[in-house]
């Protein structure tokens, strides 16, 4: 009910949007999100079905990571778009920002299958598919995304205090990917933790 109740707020907020056809695609998006969590929700009725739905999740996430170090997904030729991404990892998403965040549900996945797989190769691969995941969302150089790193962290940690251990080791691949990525691009580094350089209208909202 809180999600109808969200989807209905969501809708009516078309009445005082200055484009509604821009309001509606987006709330077309949210409405998609609700139709997305309530197939999950009543589907995934065995343990075997959310492991199939979570290999599936990571797997994706990995092809999503090779499609950008190979050079694909990239921006369209509008240059402001190219201006905009630069050389920042788009993958199979198409837009750095929105690939972090689906990199980072991933990231949070890979580390719970870690301690849930029973044999060491399944444990190595699972490891191997958060550092390369890892790679990919450092890559996406989305100051956004590092920050929903952090908050996501500090919330496993306190939430999960019996799994502590299994955080910090996530945690530490972590930041092996992102010690990889920071020696391969050195100017990186420099993108993530400089916000003089723009924010794309967004100090505006924030502002307001």
């Known amino acids: 009910w809180a999600i109808a109740a969200f989807l209905a707020w969501v809708t009516i907020s078309a009445a005082w949007s200055f484009s509604p056809s821009d309001a509606g695609s987006q709330i077309g998006t949210w409405w998609q999100s609700a139709v997305m969590f309530l197939i999950v929700a009543t589907t995934l009725t065995t343990v075997r079905d959310i492991r199939a739905v979570t290999f599936a999740f990571v797997i994706g996430a990995c092809l999503s990571v090779l499609i950008g170090l190979l050079g694909f997904g990239g921006p369209t030729n509008n240059a402001v778009r190219i201006a905009a991404v630069g050389n920042r990892l788009t993958g199979g998403g198409g837009d750095p920002n929105y690939q972090a965040s ?3 549900a991933a990231m949070f996945v890979a580390g719970g299958l870690v301690s849930v797989v029973q044999s060491r190769r399944a444990k190595l691969m699972m490891g191997f598919a958060l550092a390369f995941i890892t790679v990919g969302f450092i890559a996406t150089e989305s100051r956004g ?4 790193l952090g ?5 496993a940690f306190v939430l ?8 910090l080791g996530a945690l530490g691949i972590g930041a092996l990917g992102l010690g990889v990525w920071v020696v391969i ?8 933790t400089d916000f003089s350089g723009g924010t794309s209208g967004r100090s505006d909202q924030w502002t307001i």
């Not at 908050?151 to 919330?155: E, G, N, Q, S, T």
């Not at 999960?160 to 955080?167: K, N």
């Not at 691009?185 to 993530?192: E, Q, T, V, W």
């Open 145 to 148: 995304g590092l920050l929903a």
């Open 151 to 155: 908050v996501a962290a500090v919330a």
């Open 102 to 104: 689906a990199f980072l």
């Open 160 to 167: 999960l205090p019996d799994q502590r251990r299994q955080v």
């Open 185 to 192: 691009r050195h100017n990186a580094l420099a993108r993530i």
